[in-house]
């Protein structure tokens, strides 16, 4: 494990803590604080901004521990949202279900569906697997598209808002906190399985899946696992957007090229890292946010250059070359970097 | 009985041109070990060009196609030379997330300059119909058919004898081997991306004019996966069987599934025969089963 000089542990405890130092107490003191004193200063477009933000870092999660950490690479992680989307509310909205158990319902059934879909990783890998991935997308959103009676088909599907105990989350504040303590609990989770022994036996996997079988890692059980851990954070992070942040869904919302972005945002963040998902998301999100708020907007009215509705084609351009530039200057992604910086920041004024 | 014979004939038709698009495929693949995903967008984006250059522009088609091809061409050298190439013996979900990427850009690329997203080719090929026992049968199908035959046959030669061809199969067999006998890899690749975007280009024009410019090319692109997956990665033989057996599942599955189930069908099959084909022969009809050692 990677110290700072001068740190010294003293008990097992001591050398588990996820924070060692005081300082680091400290700073998440500081940044939960700061979580959560975000609402008083942010309007309410904003705080919305920080919802969704929130909310993919949890499908994010998901993600990097299926693709990050076990290696199977996932290019249908919108189809399987979806299903948690639309489990939690039907069930919420259709059969009277209280809010927190169809959550759980939802990320359940995205998890099964997911090992269901995983099943061919179990004989394929790489490019094999994505494409079944790829298929796993279109096939999903395929039957929520037709399966209108229950789902609402192309038309939709409208979410009642979600509810604890009598207590309804109306406003934009009081979704965030809700969407904030799931998020935290759901960081927290994913820190902690890298360092169970699924976990480990997930970077087993992902480094080499037969030398991982040939010491006597079960792989059927453990890629399946990893499907079903990824697919149940997408379900939840799905619910979530159903009830707290569209309040109603439609099948546009889960897109293919969502699914893009979600691979991306885990590549920019850094894959198989904690902290990548984080800042992946942030930048993906802010950059989705400032340009459909302030770019777009003043360049269609600017430039008349080009036909009209030209510049809604600049968000996947952008996007699209955010990517491919992440992967050919920093494939190891925003996390990298930050270790990098930590590491120049502790051993200042010298360079190493 | 009538429907069933036309449902066969424009299913093969159509299914060899998914093979033509998947042979570019299969080609990038083989030669330097890159999944190409951004298939569907590079056959929209030349199908939209072709637009340009035919409609746009004015020009006749024997003119407009050839210089369609050229631009083709260029595309492919420009996505070999700037993406790909920084990228070689980067890992391969690295060169998955860049295709992924690189399809992202297309699109928007596309919007920015084609907003209206939906417009027409003038036909290339006479409409009239033609009878084929009980079926009726549009003859832009079966040029389009004839077409991609033509191709592959013109591309198998072109693998068998020409100097170029050999040294691309040989790369695909074993690229140290290759380049330790001083044929330069790296012009290769991107002499594989070439093709393969001209391939898409062709595949992109065919459908194009018959169907109309829309994002359903996207989803030709995608097909194509289907038929690579069913065919074999590495096989160019399984890409041409392939094709006219997904085309075929796929219109008799839509013609007779449609009342049974939902409609929309024909256009999810593709997918559904990619899952049981990974389940029942994960490496396709002809491709090569990779032995793995630790």
């Not at chain 2, 299913?11 to 999944?35: D, E, N, P």
């Amino acid at each position: 494990m990677f110290l700072p000089a001068g740190v010294r542990n003293y008990s097992y405890a001591q050398d588990m803590a996820i924070f060692r130092t005081k300082t680091q107490w400290v700073l998440l003191g500081v940044l939960l604080l700061l979580l959560m004193v975000m609402p008083s200063f942010l309007s309410n477009y904003w705080l919305s901004v920080c919802n969704i933000i929130a909310i993919t870092i949890i499908a994010a999660t998901g993600l990097n521990i299926l693709t990050g950490y076990c290696g199977q690479l996932s290019i249908g992680h919108a189809g399987f949202i979806a299903v948690g989307a639309y489990t939690s509310a039907i069930l919420s909205g259709q059969l009277g279900m209280p809010f927190l158990l169809s959550m759980l319902c939802g990320g359940l059934m995205a998890g099964f569906i997911g090992m269901l879909f995983g099943l061919p990783s179990l004989r394929v890998k790489g490019f094999y697997l994505a494409i079944s991935t790829i298929a796993a997308q279109f096939i999903i959103m395929w039957v929520i598209r037709n399966w209108s009676e229950v789902t609402g088909g192309n038309i939709g599907l409208s979410v009642p808002t979600a509810e604890i105990f009598g207590y309804s989350f109306t406003s934009q504040a009081s979704k965030y906190y809700l969407i904030l303590a799931i998020t935290v609990l759901v960081i927290f989770f994913a820190k902690n399985l890298a360092r169970t022994r699924p976990g480990r036996a997930f970077v087993a996997i992902r480094d080499n899946d037969l030398a991982a079988q040939v010491m006597g890692i079960n792989l059927f059980r453990y890629k399946l696992l990893a499907f079903f851990i990824g697919c149940f954070f997408a379900g939840i992070a799905g619910s979530l957007l159903a009830h707290c942040y569209y309040g109603f869904l439609n099948p546009e919302f889960f897109d293919f090229k969502e699914s893009i972005l979600y691979a991306g945002m885990i590549i920019i963040g850094g894959l198989g890292t904690s902290v990548g998902p984080i800042f992946g998301v942030i930048l993906i999100r802010l950059l989705d946010s400032i340009l459909s708020l302030e770019v777009v907007p003043f360049l269609e009215t600017h430039v008349t250059l080009f036909t009209s509705g030209w510049a809604s084609g600049l968000k996947p351009m952008i996007f699209g070359a955010v990517i491919v530039l992440f992967l050919i200057l920093e494939p190891r992604g925003l996390a990298h970097r930050w270790q990098l910086f930590k590491t120049s920041y502790r051993i200042w004024p010298f360079s190493y | 009985m009538a429907d069933l014979l036309q449902f066969v004939i424009t299913g093969i038709t159509v299914g060899m041109v998914y093979s033509l698009i998947a042979m570019g495929f299969v080609l990038i693949w083989k030669s330097s070990g890159v999944a190409n995903l951004a298939l569907g967008q590079l056959v929209l984006i030349s199908s939209w060009i072709t637009y340009a250059i035919l409609v746009q522009a004015g020009l006749p088609p024997w003119l407009g196609v050839p210089i369609v091809i050229v631009i083709a061409f260029g595309l492919g050298w420009l996505i070999e030379r700037f993406l790909l190439r920084p990228l070689i013996a980067q890992p391969i979900l690295s060169l998955i997330a860049v295709t992924l990427g690189l399809s992202y850009f297309l699109d928007g690329l596309i919007t920015f300059i084609w907003p209206w997203s939906v417009d027409a080719l003038p036909r290339l090929f006479p409409q009239d119909t033609i009878h084929i026992g009980t079926a009726v049968v549009s003859q832009e199908y079966l040029w389009a058919a004839g077409i991609s035959l033509l191709l592959f046959t013109a591309l198998t030669l072109y693998f068998k004898y020409s100097r170029m061809g050999i040294a691309m199969r040989a790369t695909a067999d074993d690229q140290m081997a290759v380049q330790a006998c001083g044929i330069p890899v790296t012009k290769i690749f991107s002499r594989s991306w070439m093709l393969a975007c001209a391939m898409a280009a062709i595949g992109g024009i065919l459908m194009a004019s018959i169907g109309g410019i829309g994002h359903g090319l996207i989803d030709t692109g995608m097909k194509s996966f289907s038929v690579v997956i069913l065919g074999g990665l590495d096989s160019f033989l399984g890409a041409m069987i392939a094709g006219p057996i997904i085309g075929l599942v796929e219109n008799l599955g839509g013609g007779y599934l449609t009342a049974l189930t939902w409609p929309g069908i024909k256009e999810v099959i593709p997918f559904i025969m990619i899952i049981i084909v990974m389940m029942i022969k994960p490496y396709g009809l002809f491709g090569e089963v990779r032995i793995e050692r630790i």
